[in-house]
């Protein structure tokens, strides 16, 4: 899922460019500018467009005659007006608006390089959709029947400046800031308080899979373990607090029939008394002096001890060690964690001191736990599993509803119809994102990440702060989630098939293809990584990052592929993730239209789907086999309505291809007739009783009779009967419109199809002449 991967875009080629100079600090200094960045940045956007400017001419050098242009980091595509303004403007090599529409999707500008002879779409990300703050020239001007996007990031407070980002730190102050840190505490720590509870959560469900395994497979499993915390160590002692608290939980006698992934899920919230033992004074408010935390800490060290033993037999590759020495525990602590300094910054000089100085973290990170608890009136839980996600759902929803709908601002976000997701705070994803770290494949992870967006939803929803939903995606580290989201039924847009949308408007829309490979050879290979060497960078204070770096590749570092990752996801948290994919069918959900056209997402309608049809991003799913969720039982998969036509057009699609029209109108029917027949919405039912009634005449014209309303019976189902809770992603009609709105940001009507299944066709390609901007210097 990651566009610094070719594989993401499989099996289309990937070019890459990287404008000079342009950090992630310059780039999002351009993003904010937004379409006025070629003024107040002229250099960066001058930087950023010769770069697409490179990227076209290698393309066209490589005798290819489309370019989708897709950007790594949201903060490109906040700029996209001001990029297109000067591509526009570039002598004898500029761009101009594509002569079948200026448009390839809604604020998606389509180009035509007469230099090169190449078609542009500058599809760089979906930030597009919402760069300005006017409801009519941004994606809620596309939203109908009520409906609402929610819109994924990694960082809520990088979206605003001044007196509102002001107002947005206020509403996150209590997450981040330790009341008990001051300056003569043990040690300074360089993660905020949220991230401490963050790393706590991460280790819950791994206690269920050392606990689980056994054998090679768990000695697996410990190198995966040794190999996360090698690349990341911040927060690692919260980390491995996490896993001692769920392994307590795992070894308790169990007295439901949830699996040991659920009763860490629901039951580690309910040692909250341990907490206190282990990190206060007996009045549960004071924390414990040094000596006494260190004896308190006595069970997790104990513990520790055998995860090591078994770490350090593995990572050497023993059969059976001998119990470690007290050199040997020492430097598996300091593979584990690192090196703990004091507050004067002196390191451990011996097993006593190291020990002492995790203690102090173990505590801080328990003072977490009880302090963002005391923020939400858990009086007796703490905010573990089932419990954080609430306490994290329920703070984006207030900061939606209180903060966000009332600040000002330079995007669509307001709250309502554009509400913001911060997955900064979701475990395991986090602070990893914001240096630039892996983003693991583990279901763990997807858990997570389900959890937090399915609660969310299920609050607004509530509370009527949002009607039925789409979700978009902003950064590349979330891409690998989309597919999985898709696969709970919820339509998601992310960079890559915003690609696939935009596709559609050309003579040969894209479908997008699951890399895979053998299982025991990994054939075909993957190419090697690019590797940077950025030693002399470190060695010199006063370098840029990167500046000097040294780039080469090598076999050892191959890249990963859905196979590779596929391997980290196992079958852990199944039953949770099924139990939450129920859930999601219970929310109201809005169904992506592109003119006259459904588009379909998911793995099964992917499969049966024509190039352009589906959002399923096939290539930045996991190669799984099986979807990401195995069957489990009635109710574990779509409701009724939704699997049968998905059945009906996995059987009839088929038959239609190999000339058995009426075998296939046949299938349709007995779908629509099963239907009718079932516990389903009247307007459903009706919509279905009167194309059965229309469907008569030549095969092939009873067939697409059958086939729309069967898709739109799926949509209206999809969205509990609000048939009008649809969001546009075609251009508008006239391009003089659009050009004027995304240029110059003038006021551009609502679409009247807004709200029903017509307009465009799917290929929208026309004979209109080229445009430019100096058709609308009135303006």
Known sequence: GDPSNPLTFWPYQAIYAVPQGIGFAACKEVGSAGANAGATNPLEVSAICQALMALAEVTARNGFSRLFVVGDCGYYALAATAYAQQLLCWGKQSWEPHSGGAFAAFRVPHFYSPSLELEIILCMGTTQFISTPDPQTSIVSQLGGGSSLIYVTADTRGWYGCESLKKVEDKYAKLLTRPWAGPDWHFHSNIEMMDVVVRVNEGLLQAALLVNLRGTTRDLELKRLVDRMLEFNYGSTAFLLGIFLGNIIAQEKRESGDTLAERIWK?????????????????????????????????????????????????????????????????????????PANKDGAMPSSLHEMKRAIAMRVQDSLLSLLALGDNFQLTQDLPLGESFVEVLAEFHVELNDKVLSAVERTHA??????????????????????????????????????????????????????????????CTELYNFTPFIQENGVPCIDGINMVSLASRSTSAPMRFVTFTQDKTTNLPPT????????????????????????????????????????????????????????????????????????????????????????????????????????????????????????????????????????????????????????DVSHSVRCLLQDAIGKARGPPRSRVWIMRSALESAYAADKAKGNKQAVVQYAPLDDDADELKAFYSGEKIKQSDEIGRLSGRPSVRMSESRCLSLSDFEED
């Open 267 to 339: 039951g580690s919230s309910k040692l909250r008394p341990l907490a206190l033992q282990m990190a206060c004074a007996a009045n549960g408010k004071t924390p414990l002096s040094e000596p006494f935390v260190f004896e308190a800490c006595t069970p997790f060290f104990e513990y520790l001890k055998l995860l090591m033993h078994d770490v350090h037999r593995v990572s050497l590759q023993l059969e059976e060690s001998e119990p470690l020495t007290e050199m040997q525990e020492w430097r598996c602590m300091v593979v584990l964690i690192g090196n």
């Open 413 to 474: 976000i307001d709250g309502r119809r554009v509400c913001l997701l911060d997955s900064r705070h979701v475990p395991g994803f986090g602070i990893q994102v914001n240096l630039g770290l892996t983003v693991w494949t583990t279901s763990i992870h997807f858990t997570w990440m389900s959890a937090v967006m399915l609660r969310f939803t299920e609050l607004l929803q509530q509370r009527k702060l949002c009607g039925p939903i789409i979700v978009h995606m902003e």
């Open 527 to 678: 190419p090697a990584a690019l590797v940077a060497d950025t030693t002399e960078d470190r060695d010199r204070s006063d370098s840029k990052p990167i500046a000097s770096a040294r780039f080469y590749r090598d076999n050892a570092f191959p890249m990963r592929s859905p196979t590779d990752c596929a391997r980290d996801y196992g079958g852990l948290c199944d039953p949770l993730l099924h139990s939450m994919r129920k859930r999601w069918n219970a929310t109201l959900i809005a169904q992506p239209i592109d003119g006259q056209d459904l588009l379909v997402f998911g793995q099964k309608a992917h499969n049966i789907a024509e190039p352009g049809e589906s959002l399923y991003v096939a290539s930045a799913a996991l190669d799984l086999g099986h979807g990401y969720f195995l069957p489990v039982g009635k109710g574990g998969d779509l409701p009724e309505v939704r699997e049968t036509i998905i059945n009906a057009l996995q059987k009839g699609v088929p038959l239609f291809k190999n000339g058995d029209i009426e075998g296939c109108f046949k299938v349709y029917k007995k779908a629509a007739e099963d239907i009718c027949m079932s």
